[in-house]
């Protein structure tokens, strides 16, 4: 029978694995008794080696000026958009979403983390507890997780009823359609991390006390039902990967990697004042790919 993740996690911490920071922002790694960093990172991944820190450093901050003309552009523009951050937990969605706004100016650039539905809410039109945190003009909000949790965690955990998660599918796209018909741009990313790897977050998340808050027990659960979620995730790009709101795949083993091309993605859609194309350009397509073509990977 396969060792569940709390087991997993509970047998590392008594042979003596533990965490490894710098404190200077760069991602922990996991020291095995051995003293050496675990390198799941590599399972599946088109590189042999991790994005140096100085290339990162040097490429994010280029990216997040280019940011901070987007967001001129949009304010002077009145334009609106939304980017929805999905993908695995641990995937890096949250620290790619920090580097995203991190100089932004907060008053036109907002994140969006729902708690569950509220009583009320669970009375509403699905999408409605959504509707209310889109963005007016002159504004950006990135959703870190957004109305595909009907078709992702509450298909998977049983918390939607196959009828609520046919609508849903059938809707998604027509509200999306509306919400670019009306000018609202809509960017999707699908953050992907391989299974082993994710292990290894989850243990560093649970090992190392600073993160322990950011392990829930649906978490636990959640890398135990790896294949639902697979076939949950894959349902999803086939049904609402359209050519007008496609969904963008980011593997991000390599959080800094993914962090830059998810930002160089993005900016890469827009013909915005100012913007320096030896900055912006295609996105690395060993990392970055469209949702409908990831499917089966």
Known sequence: ???????????????????????????????????????????????????????????????QVELLKFQYWTQDVDGRHVILFEGRDAAGKGGTIKRFTE?????????????????????????????????????????????????????????CSDDEYELFMTQAPVFEQMLIDAGTSLTKFWFSVTAQEQRTRFAIRQIDPV????????????????EAYTDAKEEVFRRTDTEIAPWTTIKSNDKKRARINAMRHFLN???????????????????????LEAVGD
């Open 103 to 159: 100089h932004l100016n907060p008053r036109a650039a907002r994140v969006v983390a729902l708690n569950k539905p509220t009583t009320t809410e669970q009375g509403q039109w699905y999408f409605q507890r959504y509707v209310q945190h889109l963005p007016t003009a002159g504004e950006m909000v990135l959703f870190d997780r957004s109305w595909y949790n009907r078709a992702g965690v509450e298909r998977v955990m049983g918390f």
């Open 1 to 63: 029978m396969q060792m569940s993740l709390r087991e997993h996690i509970d047998r590392m911490r008594e042979e003596g694995y533990t965490v490894r920071s710098d404190h200077h922002g760069s991602d922990p790694d996991l020291i095995d008794p051995g003293g050496s960093a675990v390198d799941t990172w590599r399972e599946s991944y088109p590189y042999d080696e991790r994005m140096t820190r100085e290339q990162y450093d040097a490429e994010k901050y280029l990216l």
């Open 211 to 226: 993160r322990r808050w950011k392990l829930s027990p649906m978490d636990l659960e959640s890398i135990d039902k790896w």
């Open 269 to 291: 859609q827009f013909d915005y004042e100012g913007k320096d194309t030896s900055v912006v350009y295609a996105p690395d397509p060993e990392i970055v790919r469209r949702g």
